[in-house]
């Protein structure tokens, strides 16, 4: 079965940064694109944005295309997201999934997720 492993979330001030993770283990690694969700308390969970299996980026939050940016490491099993210039609004629990050949915004369409860290900003 497959299993995604988030890590690297925590306490930040604004503008400071973080580097989430996301370790996979148990599928095709290589077959699926990877998403981040993002859910603050009381909201709806969302998309962030997704790598491809080619590492192309789609971003689904406009308000961190600039200060994110993802990346993926097919030997490792692993996907990274550099989160910089942290902002208050961006405090959640961020979650990594993993979609069968394509990037998507709609988590329909996500057949493995992590148990998701948290990212708390401070103002």
């Known amino acids: 079965e497959g299993q995604l492993v988030e890590s690297g979330g925590g306490l930040v001030q604004a503008g400071g940064s973080l580097r989430l993770s996301c370790a996979a283990s148990?599928?095709?690694?290589?077959?699926?694109?990877i998403g981040w969700f993002r859910q603050a308390p009381g909201k709806e969970r969302e998309p962030v944005l997704c790598?491809?299996?080619?590492?192309?980026?789609?971003y689904y939050t406009a308000s961190v295309e600039g200060r994110f940016t993802i990346s993926r490491d097919n030997a490792q099993n692993t996907v990274s997201l550099q989160m910089n210039t942290l902002k208050p609004e961006d405090t959640a629990i961020y979650y990594c999934?993993?979609?069968?050949?394509?990037?998507?915004?709609?988590?329909?369409?996500?057949?493995?997720w992590g148990q998701g860290t948290q990212v708390t900003v401070s103002s």
């Open positions: 999934a993993a979609s069968f050949l394509m990037c998507s915004r709609y988590k329909e369409q996500y057949r493995y």
């Open positions: 148990g599928f095709s690694f290589r077959e699926h694109a």
């Open positions: 790598i491809s299996r080619e590492n192309g980026a789609t």
